[in-house]
């Protein structure tokens, strides 16, 4: 049981922080097909409705700050526990939960720094993980900026769990540092939107982990408004296998303090380590 939970949190990612908490995701059915484009919207039309029907450029222009509570589930192991996640401008994150037989578990990203704190340790957010966490925490992620994105593409309609959606290929462009080649994989992914109501419903992306990187499935759902912005409080994330549920039930806006997103006493102790291997490596 232990070394399965080890597995199963290991898959745990941490949700899109933001005004569009609920990011993409969840698989197509196998059935579904493409419809050839004819007469259809453009991605940046697509993307600037959703914006429209949630208000959630509104809210990310006159905000600083967010707070989230919920509920964080696995169903497979039937244990659940509350789940807070804190975003502030311009690159801010910090994701915390507490499970049965799992203990409270810490992911954060300052600006600068990415770290996770689990069951299976302490460590520091490196490589493409890193670079991961640098695009999930921008603040004004939702909004799709063209400057953002080297691709954002229409692909036509599909039929994703019942409901009709228009397809999206989104690429976002690689940040400095970054590997166009080597990152283009864990940059992309493929979002739908309800072609009726004009919200976010699911997608495929590719998540970097310890485990490697792995195809991310997650269907978002039950949109309510909070503070003036519609919000999906549902979203259930599947990969290889296992399943993490989301329940949101409380959004406040700039009432975060700046210290909440400082790196801990024990990371930056591993920071200090890292600097002084480096330091002895290169002075031989």
């Known amino acids: 049981m232990k070394i399965r939970l080890r597995n199963a949190f290991a898959l745990l990612l941490v949700p899109w922080v933001g005004v569009g908490i609920a990011a993409p995701l969840r698989a197509v059915q196998d059935a579904a097909v493409a419809t050839p484009r004819t007469d259809l919207p453009s991605a940046r039309e697509v993307v600037d409705r959703f914006l429209q029907v949630t208000n959630a450029r509104a809210i990310l222009e006159k905000t600083s700050n967010v707070r989230v509570k919920g509920k964080l589930t696995l169903p497979a192991f039937r244990i659940e526990g509350p789940l807070e996640i804190l975003g502030a401008k311009p690159d801010r994150f910090l994701v915390r939960s507490a499970l049965a037989q799992v203990g409270e578990t810490v992911q954060g990203f300052d600006g600068q720094v990415g770290w996770s704190s689990d069951m299976t340790g302490t460590r520091l957010l490196e490589g493409n993980e890193l670079l991961q966490a640098r695009l999930k925490s921008d603040w004004e992620a939702p909004l799709k900026k063209d400057e953002d994105y080297e691709k954002l593409e229409l692909l036509g309609k599909e039929t994703v769990e019942g409901v009709e959606c228009y397809e999206l290929e989104v690429v976002a462009r690689p940040l400095e540092g970054m590997d166009r080649d080597a990152t283009l994989k864990v940059r992309s992914s493929t979002e739908y939107y309800a072609v009726d109501s ?13 485990l490697g990187e792995i195809p991310i499935h997650v269907s978002i759902s039950d949109y309510k408004e909070f503070a003036g912005s519609l919000m999906a409080t549902k979203m259930k994330q599947s990969a290889m296998g296992q399943s993490f549920e989301f329940t949101l039930e ?35």
């Open 198 to 210: 004009g919200l976010l419903v699911g997608g495929v992306s590719t998540q970097s982990s310890p």
């Open 250 to 284: 409380s959004v406040e806006y700039d009432v975060v303090p700046a210290d909440a997103f400082a790196v801990p006493k024990e990371i930056q102790a591993l920071i200090e380590e890292k600097k002084a291997r480096e330091g002895s490596s290169a002075g031989k």
